[in-house]
């Protein structure tokens, strides 16, 4: 079974960048204001599915700077995920520093089907992922429902990318040793947060942590791979691939090319994110 771990879907009105969203929100108007962006409905993500042999998908929201974009935008999730129930795993989006609501609209997204909240933005939202008096509430939720925390991530170093940002792996690591018990995904292999837990305290601190390969072709040669296999052992890595942004065989092709066993491969394909997911 292949699952995709990282994959953005928006409402149709959203893939016409409807300018309400440029105008108001940062991220938005960061990663989509080039026509030449691409954004997906429900239905492109599930018609690309078929083409490249994935599954299951799990959808992402953003992080919204605004409380009602993500509201709107977890309403077109969750539905999407209620019309494809075997083929797409809601995730949604909170802005934290709305306080109570943020929690209100978490415990809707619940009862909703989520299972985990992300894509999280905490440089482009304005909080700080370790600030207890902020986070501590929605990991508090998080914990109650299993949910899985699934953040952005990206390198302190090399080439600069619409929507890079700043979280990279000390703000990772702060953030997980803060909230230890918190099941936590971090996107884009966690800005290379793994080449860290070669030091002993860093591989401890991330026992409930996962990294997705989201967008590899544009960031990391192929084996790097084989070496987060190495450090961190297979059961650690999620097939991502960011869709639409990539194809999701462009990354299944690099995992096939990296002369991994069978067996490590099939983790990474799909046998890891159903673990994580309860998925049978
Ligand atoms: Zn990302």
């Known amino acids: 079974m292949i699952v995709d771990f990282h994959t953005h879907i928006f409402p149709p009105e959203m893939k016409n960048r409807h ?11 960061e990663l989509y204001s080039s026509p030449k962006a691409k954004i997906a409905t429900a239905e492109d993500l599930i018609s690309s599915m078929d083409n490249s042999g994935v599954d299951l998908s799990v959808i992402l929201n953003a992080g ?62 304005g909080f700080d992922l370790a600030d207890k008096e902020v986070m501590g509430p929605v990991v508090e939720v998080a914990r109650k429902h299993s949910l899985i925390f699934l953040t952005h991530a990206s390198e302190p170093v090399g080439h600069q990318y619409p929507g890079k940002g700043k979280i990279t792996p000390d703000v990772l690591y702060r953030f997980i040793s803060t909230f230890p018990e918190l099941t936590v995904v971090c996107a884009h292999w966690g800005g290379g947060l793994p080449f860290y837990a070669l030091m002993p305290e860093v591989a401890s601190a991330l026992t409930n942590t996962f990294f997705d390969t989201a967008a590899t072709p544009f960031l990391y040669q192929p084996h790097i791979f084989k070496h987060v296999v190495e450090i961190l052992g297979a059961d650690k890595i999620l097939l991502g ?36 997911l309860g998925w049978s």
Not at 19 to 29: G, K, M, P
Not at 242 to 261: A, C, F, H, M, Y
Request: charged content about 25%; proline content about 6%.
């Open 64 to 125: 919204w700077t605004s409380h009602e974009a993500c509201v709107r935008t977890n309403d077109y999730i969750l539905d999407a995920a209620a019309r494809y129930p075997k083929r797409l795993i809601p995730f949604c989006a909170i802005q934290p520093k709305v306080g109570e609501a943020a929690i209100v609209e978490l415990e809707r997204c619940v009862r909703g089907g989520a299972k985990g909240i992300g894509e999280m933005r905490s440089d482009t939202q």
């Open 19 to 29: 300018q309400d969203y440029l105008r108001d929100d940062v991220l938005f108007s």
């Open 241 to 276: 691939s960011d869709n639409p942004l990539i194809s999701p065989e462009r990354v299944t092709k690099q995992i096939e090319s990296t002369g991994l066993p069978a067996e490590a491969k099939a983790m990474i394909l799909g046998g890891n994110a159903q673990r994580l």
